[in-house]
């Protein structure tokens, strides 16, 4: 497989030409708002998407948020790159998730809980760390979705079993030689993405290596709770919240206002 991982990740759909601009002008110190609001309002599909989910219930505003210069000034950029994000991969040719044992809909429902669960659980006392991982939130199990697409290139018929974050972390480097994590980053340096998607991403599940261990264990505790599989009891959590000087608190009234939202949507 290694010698077909480069040619996986070369030739991965692209995403659409208006999420390379979108990055670039997010990559320079002045990011000048007008013209990636100039570059969402023409693309159809990102235009409509980043408004409904600037306007969906659990956001609690009382009215609609009816353009983009408004949804930049609720969230902020870094929000508003994820959602263009999560919009380009909803609208992406390759949706096959079979490898893993899920829908390409349920792929996307794991990766709103990680979201919704940092959003409510950052927004107020860690903004910065939110701004610091440009939208990265939005797509944090990418890496599944670029595995899968491997498997299907190099003709291999195989479903994973890991059920727990890190044993399925060991099972693809065992098949591809490297983790899903690590195949992301690669299509992210290939995306021209800046360094800070593919460094958080790969040091999720490792963050006392990461350049920002504190926002990478924000990560972990996201990924850690709302597995591909399951939601995990909050407890799974505590110990690394500890560890990097979080209060505890915070991030339960996070996961119970999630859970409860969820409830009542059932």
Known sequence: MDNNILYSIES???????????????????????????????????????????????????????????AIALFGIAAIRGMSLTAALKAHPYTDLSSYGMSIHEWFSVMEKQQRFLDLWLVKKHRSILQSLGGLTFILEIGRLVASYAL???NISYVFTGNEPDKL??????????????????????????????????????????????????????????????????????????QYDFKVNDARVAYEILLSDDEIDD
């Open 12 to 70: 991965f759909p692209p995403l659409p030409e208006s999420i390379n601009k979108i990055n670039l002008l997010c990559s320079v110190e002045e990011i000048d708002l007008k013209a990636i609001i100039q570059v969402i309002e023409s693309d159809p599909i990102l235009y409509t998407d980043i408004l409904r989910f600037s306007n969906v219930p659990y956001h609690g505003f009382r009215y609609p948020i009816t353009s983009i210069s408004q």
């Open 169 to 242: 972390l060991i099972e693809e480097k065992n098949l591809f030689g490297k983790s899903g994590d690590e195949l992301a980053g690669k299509l992210f340096d290939y995306w021209n993405f800046d360094e800070m998607f593919t460094n958080s991403l790969y040091y999720s599940f490792n963050p006392e290596e990461a350049t920002d261990p504190r926002a990478c264990a924000a990560l972990k505790c996201a990924r850690s709770l709302f597995t591909l599989k399951e939601v995990k009891p909050f407890e799974e959590i505590e110990s690394i919240l500890e």
């Open 152 to 154: 299907m290139l190099n």
